[in-house]
């Protein structure tokens, strides 16, 4: 059932339409005020990303430079494979160093009637005849 309204003459039907015009006019404007506002706002925060964007670019442009011109390429192959990307948290991680083949350090050992170990260059110091342990 549609609802109408009934009025006595023209003239009281005119000013009820020109009150909801009115009233639908002011709605018109406050939308298209709110909808300008959100549009500076939304071109704000674009300009905000743009430069964000820009900034994060030349940094990736230097590290990208230093990794190119100061580190040895087998190096960066090997840094490189160690990368791995996780789905899960979104994000990459570095996964430890594997020594390959890696044969210890062989420590000198000391000499019969020596309390320690003394290096080579502390011997031929012994033998010349300074104290290998300050030169």
Request: glycine share 2%; hydrophobic share 35%; charged share 40%.
């Amino acid at each position: 059932m549609e609802f109408r309204e009934t009025f006595t003459n023209l003239k009281q039907e005119a000013e009820v339409k020109t009150r909801k015009l009115k009233k639908l006019f002011s709605k018109l404007q406050a939308t298209k005020l709110e909808m300008n506002d959100l549009t500076e706002e939304f071109n704000r925060d674009r300009r905000e990303l743009e430069l964000t964007q820009n900034d994060i670019l030349r940094e990736l442009k230097k590290k990208y430079m230093i990794i190119e011109n100061f580190i040895p390429s087998d190096e960066k192959i090997k840094l490189m494979s160690r990368f791995r990307y996780d789905d899960e948290t979104d994000a990459w991680s570095l996964l430890p160093l594997e020594i390959e083949d890696a044969i210890p350090f062989k420590r000198p050992v000391n000499c019969d009637g020596d309390r320690r170990p003394i290096s080579d260059f502390g011997r031929v110091a012994i033998k010349v005849g300074r104290s290998h342990r300050y030169h």
